[in-house]
């Protein structure tokens, strides 16, 4: 593919997003193709170097805010007629109550996610506290004359421990795997916002 096959289809890849953003993306990968025909490469050669461009798509429609490409694509690029203004007006107790009642659902989801993440978290943290308290309470029990519950509530410390060492590779993964979720859905969201023309 050549430079200007590449940059063609890189435009029509980001069509839906801001002007500017179009074009950095465009200016970098041009001055990157041609810095690696000046290290010796053909233009073909160069050009699969930069890598394809579904993923330099994805990737960029990753790194532009949604609230840039929402505000790119809510621009009116004509003005509302009078009729549906009024059509507008009169809707709004129905599709402004759905909005709201969407939004909140969508909220509720989020906050609800959270607040599991945040109880793995004190979970964990309550297990961590107790084999610590455990284990100190144990030795005061041992060095005292509860022999036998002091060694039970040691034991039961160092239970906590190895449930609490558990919680945390668990509580790690879960709390990447939601983020990774949670991004996911923000370049879905981005996508519904621009037009995707890449072959």
């Known amino acids: 593919m ?4 590449f940059l063609a289809q ?4 980001l069509s839906g997003l801001p002007q500017d953003d179009v074009d950095e993306c465009l200016t970098y990968y041009s001055e990157m193709i041609e810095d690696r025909i000046e290290e010796g490469l053909s233009e073909e050669q160069a050009v699969s170097a930069v890598g394809s461009v579904k993923e330099i798509v994805a990737q960029t429609v990753s790194d532009v805010p949604l609230s840039k490409i929402t ?3 809510i621009k009116s690029t004509r003005r509302l007629k009078a009729w549906e203004i009024v059509l507008l007006a009169l809707g709004s107790p129905i599709w402004l109550s759905l909005l709201i009642a969407a939004l909140a659902v969508i909220l509720s989801l989020y906050v609800v996610l959270w607040s599991v993440i945040t109880s793995l978290w004190a979970v964990f ?3 961590a506290a107790c084999s610590v308290g455990g284990v100190v309470s144990g030795v005061v029990f041992a060095i005292g004359d509860n022999g036998l519950t002091g060694i039970a509530v040691i034991a ?3 239970v906590c421990a ?3 060492i558990f919680m945390f590779y668990g509580c790690n993964a879960t709390t990447r795997g939601v983020l ?3 991004k996911k859905i923000a370049v879905w969201i981005k996508n519904c916002f621009i037009k995707k023309e890449v072959a």
């Open 10 to 13: 890189l435009r029509k890849g």
């Open 71 to 73: 505000k790119q694509r």
């Open 156 to 158: 039961a410390g160092i």
């Open 125 to 127: 943290a309550s297990l």
């Open 162 to 164: 190895g449930l609490s």
């Open 2 to 5: 050549s430079k200007q096959e």
């Open 180 to 182: 990774i979720f949670i």
